[in-house]
C-alpha cells in the first residue's frame, strides 16, 4: 500500500540541497575505490558536513570515488538515482554518504527545537507491541553484503546522534532482532524474506520510510527475489527516494526501475576489464580433479599469498575441498548458503582476523565481502555466468591494491571460459607452472601464452595436497605438508558442518 503526498522533513532539505544534470553520464571507472580521484572534488565539495567528512577521514577516504561524486550531490537532493557500478568502486559509500548527510541535516534542523522521545510505538502512549518504524531502509541480497552495508552505515555516522542501524537477516534467531527493533532505529538493512517475516508479524511498520536502497538489484531478481520486493515497496510511502545500484542495467533491471523510480538520475561507471591491471588474472588447464587439487595445492603455497578465495560450483564441493585443505595443513573455512548465519558470520569474522587464510567458497561470497588480504581468488570451477566472473575475482585487489586472479580450467570447458573472455572483452593468458603440466596442449594465438609437448603428468608424487613445495599458508609448521600435516585450531566449519 502506497500512502501520503505530503513533503518529508528530509526531502524539505533535498528542496534545499545542490541543482543537479539531467543527463545520464557514463564514465570509465578507476579500478578501485582507493583509486579516488585526487584531483577532483572534495567530499566537503560535494555537500558533505564537516562531521560526515571527518568520519570519512578517520576511515582513511580522501578523496570520493567518481561514481560517488556523482552519486552524492544528487542523493543529498533527495534525487532517486539508478546507478551501475563495478564491484569495488566504492557504491555502498555512493548511497549510504548522502543518507547519513539528509540525517545530519535533520538533526541539525531539530536540534533547535524540543526534543521528543522516538519510542518504538510510534509515540502513540501505551507499549503493547514494540513497532520499529525506520527512515530508511536497505535491501541486499545476501546476508554478508547486509552486514557491511550496516557496519558501513556505523563507520560514516559514528559523529551523528542516534543514528542507529539494525541488521535484519534471515538465519538469526527471532527474539534477538525483536529486541534491536524495539529500539526503533533509523537505518535497517535488511535480505527481503526476513523482512517480510517481521512485515506480516508487524514488528516493522514502513509508512514511514523516505530513503529506500536496493543494493545489486539485478542478483536480487536473479535470486528470484522480485515478489519480495513489490510487497515490501508497497508497504512504504510513494514520497520516498529510491537508490538502485545494479552491476547491469539492462532489461530485467528496466522493468523494475520503471516502477520503482521517479525521474532518476543514471550514473553509469563503465569499468572495462582490460583497465583492471591491478589483478593479474590467468588460467591454466588441468586434465582431471586430481591434477586441479595438486595444482591448487602449489598454487597455495606461493610465498606472496596471504589470504585467499577458491569458488567452487557447489556447496558440497565447497564442503569437502575445505575439509581436504585443512588435512593438508591450511587454515580453511567453507562459505555457502546452506551454513547457518551463525557458522558463516564466525567463518568470515575468523577470515577478517585472519585465523582463516583460505576461504573456499560459493557465489554466495563473490559479491560483497570486502577483506583487504585477499590476495588471490582461484576459480576452482568456473562460475556459471560470465559475470560473476567479474564478481569473484573483485574480491582481491580492493581498494587499490593488487591482486592475482587464477582460473583452474579444464579442456571441455572451453566454452564457458570463452564466454568470460568475451565478457571481460580480453583474452586471459594461460600459464603453466613446471611439474604441472597437463597433458593436453592448448593451441597458441589469441593472445595466449601457449606451451609446446607434453608435460610431466603429476610432478607431486599423485599427492593431491601437502606436497610440500613451499609453506602452508599461515601454518608455519607444515613444510612437510602431506595428510598428516599439523593443524591450525582455526575455523573448520566445512569439516564440523557447523
Ligand atoms: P564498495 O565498492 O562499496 O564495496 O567499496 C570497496 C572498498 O573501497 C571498501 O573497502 C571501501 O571501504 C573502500 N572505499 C570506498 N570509497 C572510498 C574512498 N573514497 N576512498 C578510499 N576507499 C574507499
Redesign the pocket.
Known amino acids: 500500500m502506497t500512502s501520503s503526498n505530503t513533503t518529508s522533513p528530509l526531502n524539505a532539505i533535498a528542496d534545499q540541497a545542490l541543482g543537479l544534470a539531467d543527463a545520464p553520464v557514463q564514465i570509465d571507472a578507476a579500478p ?3 583509486e ?1 580521484v585526487s584531483t577532483g572534488p572534495t567530499f566537503a565539495s560535494l555537500g558533505l558536513s564537516a562531521e560526515v567528512v571527518s568520519a570519512l577521514t578517520a ?7 567518481l561514481v ?1 561524486q556523482r552519486a552524492i550531490p544528487a542523493g543529498i537532493a533527495g534525487r532517486d538515482l539508478l546507478v551501475s557500478s563495478p ?7 555512493a548511497f549510504m554518504l548522502p543518507a547519513i548527510e539528509r540525517f545530519a541535516q535533520l538533526q541539525k534542523a531539530q536540534a533547535s527545537q524540543p526534543r521528543e522521545p522516538r519510542p518504538a510505538d510510534g509515540g502513540r502512549g501505551r507499549r503493547p507491541k514494540p513497532v520499529a518504524r525506520p527512515t530508511m531502509l536497505v535491501l541486499t541480497p545476501t546476508r554478508e553484503l547486509a552486514m ?1 552495508v550496516t557496519t ?1 552505515a556505523a563507520t560514516y555516522g559514528k559523529h551523528l546522534k542516534c543514528l542507529r542501524t539494525v541488521s535484519i537477516l534471515g538465519g538469526v534467531a527471532y527474539g534477538q532482532q525483536l529486541m534491536l527493533l524495539a529500539k526503533n532505529p533509523e537505518i535497517l538493512v535488511a535480505t527481503p524474506g526476513r523482512l517480510i517475516d517481521h512485515l506480516e508479524r508487524g514488528c516493522i511498520d514502513l509508512s514511514q520510510l523516505q530513503i529506500l536502497v536496493l543494493d545489486e538489484a539485478d542478483r536480487m531478481l536473479d535470486m528470484g527475489f522480485i515478489e519480495d520486493i513489490e510487497t515490501i515497496v508497497e508497504a512504504m510511502p510513494a514520497t520516498r527516494q529510491t537508490m538502485l545500484f545494479s552491476a547491469t542495467l539492462d532489461g530485467k533491471i528496466g522493468s523494475l526501475t520503471g516502477r520503482l523510480l521517479k525521474d532518476p538520475e543514471r550514473i553509469e561507471i563503465v569499468q572495462r576489464m582490460e583497465q583492471r591491471t591491478n589483478i593479474a588474472q590467468t588460467v591454466h588447464y588441468v586434465d582431471d580433479r586430481d591434477h586441479k587439487d595438486r595444482l591448487l595445492d602449489h598454487l597455495l603455497r606461493d610465498e606472496g599469498l596471504d589470504q585467499a578465495i577458491v569458488f567452487t560450483a557447489t556447496k558440497i564441493d565447497a564442503d569437502q575441498l575445505a575439509g581436504r585443505l585443512a588435512d593438508a595443513g591450511f587454515e580453511s573455512a567453507a562459505l555457502h548458503g546452506d551454513l547457518p548465519q551463525g557458522a558463516r558470520n564466525r567463518t568470515i569474522r575468523a577470515l577478517r582476523e585472519r585465523r582463516v587464510r583460505v576461504l573456499v567458497a560459493t557465489d554466495v561470497a563473490a559479491r ?1 565481502i ?1 577483506i583487504p588480504g585477499i590476495t588471490h581468488v582461484f576459480n576452482y570451477d568456473l562460475p556459471k555466468f560470465a559475470e560473476d566472473y567479474v564478481h569473484r575475482i573483485g574480491r582481491t585487489g ?2 587499490g591494491r593488487s591482486g592475482i586472479a587464477v582460473s583452474l580450467v579444464h579442456h571441455a570447458e572451453q566454452g564457458a571460459l570463452k564466454r568470460i573472455e568475451r565478457f571481460v572483452r580480453t583474452p586471459l593468458p594461460v600459464n603453466v607452472v613446471e611439474g604441472f603440466e597437463p597433458r593436453k596442449a592448448e593451441p597458441t594465438g589469441n593472445g595466449r601464452l601457449g606451451f609446446g609437448g607434453r608435460g610431466r603428468p603429476g610432478g607431486n608424487g599423485g599427492r593431491r595436497f601437502g606436497s610440500g613445495s613451499g609453506k602452508p599458508v599461515g601454518n608455519g609448521g607444515s613444510r612437510d605438508g602431506g595428510y598428516g600435516a599439523r593443524r591450525n585450531d582455526g575455523p573448520r566449519t566445512a569439516r564440523r558442518g557447523s
Open positions: 578501485a575505490a582507493a579516488a576511515a582513511g577516504y580522501q578523496n570520493p570515488t560517488q564491484t569495488g568502486s566504492g557504491k555502498t559509500a557491511q558501513a560483497g570486502d580492493r581498494a
